[in-house]
């Protein structure tokens, strides 16, 4: 088996692309709003990070039981075209996020090397994104054969709020509700247990503006994680990070270099 593959992990199941693409197109694309200013002309000022967009194309090949074709990556799980035409079709129909990996994962020395999303090809891509567009062609001489354009758009989880209910959509794409506690926060200190478990998208700056309202203040955090963070850009879902209270500070002042 080869180190590099690509999957697509939807309601609990995994389904690795038969067929690994010779590449992978990722664009990030800053977003900017020109301004006319007297006797400067046009500037430009940035503003955002527009989401990421994945491209690529792959063989599904016509399932053949007695002769599989020998490139294809899954050879003791081996469908044909249309399953899978019919499988992504459906994800692409239902409007639903499904979770994209893709990459090497082992080194030389068979050490996963699998980072939360990680865009760089030697490592591994794993994100969240929306089937935005399928190009299915089909080749002449190569009758069931199909060739399949992916275009994926990264997708962000969000949540939209009223006063007494949030609805949050989840990984699956479904709407929980979720009745929101009416009881006054105080966002200047940390609740009592002092931790704060990662969620996907979350950042340092977030979490300093949660907990203490100002979030650059998120050297505080940093300082009291280095053990865990090595990267004050990068958080790993699933982390366990200590919130120190106020009383604190003084500690794990030192700012972020």
């Avoid at 006797?39 to 000022?45: E, N, R, S, T, W």
């Avoid at 690529?56 to 050879?75: A, D, G, L, M, R």
């Avoid at 030697?122 to 089937?131: A, W």
């Avoid at 699956?172 to 931790?195: E, F």
């Amino acid at each position: 088996m080869r180190d590099y593959a690509v999957f697509f992990e939807y309601n609990k199941k995994t389904y690795r692309i038969p067929v690994n693409p010779e590449e992978i197109e990722i664009s990030s694309t800053q977003a900017v709003k020109k301004y006319e200013i007297l006797k400067l002309g046009q500037i430009a000022v940035p503003t955002h990070l527009e989401l990421r967009e994945y491209s690529f194309e792959t063989e599904f090949p016509k399932y053949s039981k007695k002769y599989p074709p020998h490139y294809i990556e899954t050879p003791n799980e081996f469908h044909g075209s249309d399953y899978y035409i019919s499988l992504f079709s459906r994800l692409q129909r239902t409007l639903v996020p499904v979770r994209f990996i893709a990459g090497r994962f082992s080194d030389n020395n068979g050490n996963e090397i699998v980072d939360e999303g990680e865009i760089d090809l030697n490592k591994c891509i794993n994100t969240l994104v929306l089937i935005e567009d399928l190009t299915i062609t089909e080749k002449a001489g190569e009758e069931g054969d199909k060739y399949v354009g992916f275009k994926l758009l990264e997708y962000r989880p969000y949540s939209k709020k009223t006063s007494d209910i949030t609805f949050e959509i989840n990984e699956s794409g479904k709407t929980v509700a979720k009745k929101n506690n009416t009881k006054s926060k105080d966002t200047s200190n940390p609740k009592s247990n002092g931790y704060h478990i990662v969620r996907q998208g979350e950042s340092l700056w977030a979490l300093a503006k949660k907990y203490y309202g100002n979030g650059a203040k998120n050297n505080i955090i940093y300082n009291a994680n280095k053990n865990i963070i090595k990267n004050p850009n990068m958080l790993k879902v699933g982390w366990k990070l200590k919130i120190p209270a106020e009383s604190e500070f003084n500690k794990y002042s030192t700012p972020l270099r």
